[in-house]
């Protein structure tokens, strides 16, 4: 009994219990779910083994860190143009932002980042999930930060993924 953040329930755990079934035929019980909702679960005895994003406190619960990771900003293909590899915190003001949700770490990481100009950021959109933040800008919203696993996902089709100058951390 599995209980996943989307951002690894989305696509690395449906290969890992793909490859979990190749192997064993064991049903596999698996949810795609808030961290919250997969900790809650795991913490009662409903779910056995749970991934969550770094933000949520547990407590009563062994824990160990899965996976850290540098965000990623993402485009739209030819958006923003070949030749840049990386961009600033400031580059980021020349486009509408596809944003995570206000009290998101990584969003608040950011804005530490850009100071006084997170102020100025063109704010098209705010979601909980960095699959959502992709797929909006897979559709031309603009601009945003998100996990590198989900980004993968969508490159190099329907993304392009640059470095940004400050380490944002998932």
């Not at 808030?34 to 619960?61: L, M, P």
């Not at 969003?107 to 704010?123: C, N, P, S, T, V």
């Given at each position: 009994?599995?209980?996943v953040h989307p951002a690894y329930g989305n696509f690395?755990?449906?290969?890992?219990?793909?490859?979990?079934?190749?192997?064993?035929?064991?049903?596999?019980?698996?949810?795609?779910?808030?961290?919250?909702?997969?900790?809650?679960?795991?913490?009662?005895?409903?779910?056995?083994?749970?991934?969550?994003?770094?933000?949520?406190?547990?407590?009563?619960?062994?824990?160990?860190?899965?996976?850290?990771?540098?965000?990623?900003?993402?485009?739209?293909?030819?958006?923003?143009?070949?030749?840049?590899?990386?961009?600033?915190?400031?580059?980021?003001?020349?486009?509408?932002?596809?944003?995570?949700?206000?009290?998101?770490?990584?969003?608040?990481?950011?804005?530490?980042?850009?100071?006084?100009?997170?102020?100025?950021?063109?704010i098209a959109v705010q979601t909980p999930y960095a699959?959502?933040?992709?797929?909006?800008?897979?559709q031309g919203v603009g601009v945003g930060l998100a996990?590198?696993?989900?980004?993968?996902?969508?490159?190099?089709?329907?993304?392009?993924?640059?470095?940004?100058?400050?380490?944002?951390?998932?």
């Amino acid at each position: 009994r599995l209980a996943v953040h989307p951002a690894y329930g989305n696509f690395l755990a449906p290969m890992a219990i793909a490859r979990f079934r190749q192997k064993f035929d064991v049903p596999v019980f698996f949810e795609v779910c808030s961290s919250a909702s997969a900790y809650q679960r795991v913490h009662s005895g409903e779910i056995d083994f749970g991934i969550i994003a770094n933000e949520i406190e547990t407590k009563d619960c062994e824990q160990y860190n899965f996976c850290s990771a540098r965000g990623l900003i993402v485009s739209p293909p030819g958006l923003i143009g070949g030749h840049v590899k990386e961009l600033t915190t400031s580059d980021l003001l020349k486009y509408p932002f596809v944003a995570m949700n206000a009290e998101d770490h990584t969003r608040l990481e950011l804005e530490a980042h850009m100071g006084a100009a997170a102020k100025q950021l063109d704010i098209a959109v705010q979601t909980p999930y960095a699959l959502t933040v992709c797929e909006l800008v897979a559709q031309g919203v603009g601009v945003g930060l998100a996990h590198p696993i989900v980004a993968s996902s969508y490159l190099p089709d329907k993304l392009e993924a640059r470095l940004l100058d400050k380490e944002v951390g998932f």
